[in-house]
């Protein structure tokens, strides 16, 4: 019996101490009207997060409890879904609505509340009413509980968010509006944005041999974008907060919905390099239209010459290099012991960009019938995330997600 308690005492104790470490991260999220100016448009009024476009960013650790108070005063209905989020307990906070919740209304507020045990990585959080997520969404980063110091490789010298997205010349609630009346669908967007758009150095300008993790986010509503940056290389480490078996790549294809880690040394001569995200399409030329512009960002080193000159420009693939988008996803491995090496179903490739269907790690051939009945789908989709993170952006299947609490889109 003593010997049972001195086993248990340390155990007690570590719970209790990890208990005591774990916060309350609280913030306020006004809805509201913002205007804005974008393509050299216009200012045309868009729903977004405290007068931000991408919202502000959460930052919690393990463990933690995320509140979020939402005040809604934009005109729309509105409710939030945070993205990958196991809401453990916690189904009503999962937000997709008329599945978990009822929107609330304008003039209305709601708070969510959702704890992040045994969860840790790059998410974001977004809208899931009508198409407002096009304009409200922003990153949502669980560090570990030991901070920077913990992750399974070496501590970057800083983290970036990098944070794509779709704009529309137009109102988007109009555009959903309209394509439920004519039963067309609305068409592509105009273009593709890198956080605020707004063409300017990250944030401040990178260091020489500096190393940063790049916390990449495609919050764009229907394209998977390649993300290269002008003479540099990454190193993937994790993708939908999941750590991955590291892996070198100077490109990385991202789906929407689907979030890359990539560790960047800034190893290249100091000077000025663009940043640049472009559409990938296997559906051409019978998939839906998509926007064939790309999305750039200055990348600037500290002490760099004085220049008038443009930056260097990355040479982006073909939009249907596949062959390239494999290369990026193929590779991507749990990493760990006990995290799943091979799918045991196919999921169906259900991206209107995306055409060809995965069997584990193997891309089917065109014809190939790999789907299965829907509870394997569901199942099998779980467990690709952490195999080769899906790129697709399911959303609100809502009567697993409300019986388990698990999510079950990437
Ligand atoms: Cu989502």
């Not at 959702?114 to 304009?135: D, I, K, P, Y």
């Not at 939908?240 to 590291?246: F, G, R, S």
């Not at 991202?254 to 559409?279: E, H, I, K, W």
Request: charged content about 15%; proline content about 9%.
């Amino acid at each position: 019996m003593v010997r049972s308690w001195s086993l248990l005492l340390p155990l007690a104790l570590a719970l209790v101490a990890s208990a005591a470490h774990a916060a309350i991260v609280e913030h306020t999220f006004n809805v509201g009207n913002l205007s804005i100016s974008q393509l050299c448009q216009p200012n045309r009024i868009i729903t977004a997060v405290n007068g931000q476009l991408p919202g502000p960013t959460i930052r919690a650790r393990e463990g933690d409890t995320v509140v979020v108070h939402l005040v809604n005063e934009s005109p729309y209905s509105m409710t939030i879904h945070w993205h990958g989020i196991f809401q453990r307990g916690s189904q009503w906070a999962d937000g997709p609505a008329m599945v978990t919740q009822c929107p609330f209304q304008p003039g209305g507020n709601y708070t969510y509340s959702f704890n992040v045990t045994g969860q840790e990585g790059t998410l974001w959080w977004h809208a899931h009413f009508s198409f407002l997520r096009a304009t409200v969404y922003g990153a949502l980063i669980i560090l570990p509980r030991g901070g920077a110091k913990a992750y399974p490789f070496a501590k970057p010298d800083k983290e970036e968010v990098i944070m794509f997205g779709e704009w529309w010349n137009a109102n988007v609630f109009d555009l959903q509006q309209m394509a439920l009346l004519t039963g067309i669908p609305a068409g592509p967007a105009d273009a593709y944005t890198i956080n605020d758009n707004s063409m300017r150095n990250l944030c401040e300008p990178i260091r020489k041999n500096e190393t940063y993790l790049l916390r990449i986010i495609n919050a764009a509503l229907n394209t998977p974008l390649f993300f290269k940056v002008a003479n540099h290389s990454f190193t993937v480490v994790a993708a939908d907060a999941c750590y991955t078996t590291p892996y070198k790549t100077d490109v990385v294809v991202v789906g929407p919905g689907q979030t890359v880690d990539a560790l960047m040394v800034a190893d290249a001569a100091v000077g000025r390099y663009y940043m640049a995200a472009s559409p990938y399409d296997s559906g051409i030329p019978s998939g839906p239209p998509f926007s064939k512009t790309n999305a750039t960002a200055v990348l600037e080193y500290a002490g760099g010459p004085n220049t008038t000159l443009p930056p260097a420009l990355p040479q982006l693939p073909q939009f249907n290099d596949t062959d390239t988008a494999d290369r990026t996803w193929v590779p991507l491995q749990p990493h760990g012991a006990g995290a799943p090496r091979q799918a045991d179903r196919a999921t169906r490739g259900g991206h209107p960009h995306v055409r060809h269907r995965w069997d584990g790690r193997r891309r089917l051939p065109a014809g190939a019938d790999a789907v299965q009945p829907e509870p394997h789908h569901v199942r099998v989709e779980h467990e690709q995330r952490v195999l080769r993170a899906a790129e697709e952006h399911l959303h609100a299947r809502g009567p697993l997600q409300q019986r388990d609490g698990r999510r079950v889109h990437p």
